[in-house]
């Protein structure tokens, strides 16, 4: 069976002040005393309690921007979203499924252990209409066995083993480019069975397929923890709430749920203060997978900021994922926006903000930061640093003074210099003064010179501080 997954890409800093994990310098040889474990119905690292903050990354697993289908992210655009995740604090990203070929989250787990992040994957997707041309792991696994009901994933014994035994393969995979089996390796927070796939699902049979799956979990991998995300958005419904004998089984050590509907802050405090105690009752960790930002959940960043200082104080949620953060194209600029999900208030972000349909770039830009000391503050117990320098950009291209290079993570602007000699530092000559953003395709010199010239770019971030320039590139034809 071909295997297709969703991937949460989760950092994590101590809950106590300035105590932060780095596993850069863990590459070579993960320590075992570095995996998260669960002490109660909280997460620990270290013997430390700690909490997470993270962001939805819907185009990490495949590119929506005209790519051949499962086209993933190379290499840059997958550094490119882990530092922007950094840049605002973050300690998760959450991605739709990608082809199962391994390379992919091969080079995912390499990436984040590198920059010092870690990881939980799901394994499977959320449930659907398989009569459909759909390509996720749950229509492959009952295609295989004949059937066209998503009920089948649940309920036909032959799907249910099937799956359970690609489980096993995946978790014995062998990194290619960490020669660490996955069992084997830290970086790796737990593992998921799915997001939200029982959403409609009769709960019991749900239920003892949580557990299947979660017993071949942990009989293959001991050490790392297993999350329960089929049940997100039925945890703490307000009718018909599914028994906690079906969403915290036995093996069961994260129950991840989500807040699917926008509400006013008043009732979202008491709706999560309800499912929390709820899941803590069940002596498990709580997780929320998912909550919006926008103007279509949170009409004022007044509203948006007391619901995020009400999920801060809520001590017995170990984590949240805010939705849906975007990032830079290797061709340059920022990869297009995946189409919105079928839910209120779905929207793009982008850091540190531009125009979209839903709001301006200041307004993005006021909740981007809102979110952002919403992050340093759970994760942290500290109030946000100030902003980073953003990165030193690459210049792709440099033909006839149009001048493209790929973007920088955190970046506000752009200027570009122009030098008849790179290497006399006095010959720069400043000649686009913060006029180009990531959204201008480059910059187009007015006047190249007739004899050669060099350009370089230099980012700054949203208080106007310079970074480093780009490596020279000689302007061409």
Not at 22 to 34: I, K
Not at 138 to 157: E, N, Y
Not at 346 to 358: D, E, K, N, V, W
Not at 385 to 403: D, K
Request: aromatic share 8%.
């Amino acid at each position: 069976m071909r295997m297709w997954w969703l991937l949460l890409v989760l950092g994590l800093a101590g809950a106590a002040p300035c105590r932060a994990q780095n596993y850069a310098t863990l590459a070579g040889q993960p320590d075992p005393g570095d995996f998260v474990r669960r002490d109660g119905t909280g997460l620990t690292l270290q013997g430390t309690p700690i909490r997470f903050v993270g962001y939805d990354i819907g185009w990490l697993g495949f590119k929506p921007d005209g790519s051949p289908p499962d086209t993933p992210p190379d290499a840059f655009e997958i550094g490119d979203a882990l530092a922007t995740v950094l840049a605002l604090g973050g300690t998760v990203v959450r991605t739709r499924p990608v082809a199962g070929d391994f390379g992919t989250l091969d080079l995912i787990l390499k990436t984040a252990r590198d920059v010092g992040l870690k990881v939980i994957v799901p394994l499977a997707g959320g449930a659907g209409d398989c009569a459909a041309a759909r390509a996720d792991v749950i229509c492959a696994a009952i295609r295989q066995h004949g059937q066209a009901d998503a009920r089948a994933f649940f309920t036909d014994a032959a799907v249910r083993d099937g799956f359970v035994a690609e489980v096993s393969t995946v978790v014995g995979h062998v990194n290619a480019l960490t020669g660490t089996a996955y069992r084997d390796d830290p970086t790796i927070l737990a593992w998921e069975n799915c997001l939200a796939c029982a959403r409609t699902a009769d709960s019991a049979a749900a239920g003892a397929w949580t557990e299947q799956v979660g017993r071949a979990v942990k009989a293959a991998d001991p050490r790392h923890l297993y999350e329960n995300g089929a049940f997100a958005g039925r945890v703490g419904a307000s009718r018909s709430p599914v028994p906690a004998e079906a969403y915290a089984t036995p093996s069961v050590d994260i129950v991840g749920d989500a807040l699917t509907v926008a509400q006013d802050p008043a009732a979202a405090r008491s709706w999560l203060a309800a499912t929390a105690d709820a899941v803590e009752a069940a002596g498990k960790a709580y997780v929320m997978d998912s909550t919006g930002w926008t103007p279509a959940w949170w009409k004022t960043t007044d509203d948006l900021s007391a619901w995020l200082l009400a999920v801060t104080k809520q001590r017995n949620l170990s984590g949240m994922v805010v939705g849906r953060l975007e990032g830079h194209a290797s061709a340059g600029g920022f990869l297009p926006a995946a189409p919105d999900e079928p839910q209120a208030g779905a929207a793009a972000l982008y850091f540190p903000g531009i125009r979209t349909g839903q709001m301006d770039a200041a307004a993005m830009q006021d909740r981007g930061r809102a979110l952002r000391r919403f992050a340093f503050g759970m994760t942290q117990g500290t109030m946000a640093p100030a902003y980073l320098l953003p990165p030193r950009p690459e210049i792709i291209s440099a033909a006839r003074g149009h001048v493209v290079w790929r973007g920088s993570a955190g970046a506000a602007g752009y200027s570009v210099e122009r030098s008849p000699d790179p290497s006399a530092p006095d010959t720069w000559q400043v000649v686009c003064d913060a006029c180009a953003t990531d959204l201008t395709g480059g910059w187009q010199d007015p006047a190249p010179p007739a004899r050669p010239a060099w350009y370089r770019v230099i980012p700054f971030n949203v208080n106007n501080h310079k970074s480093v320039p780009s490596t020279p590139v000689q302007g061409t034809g």
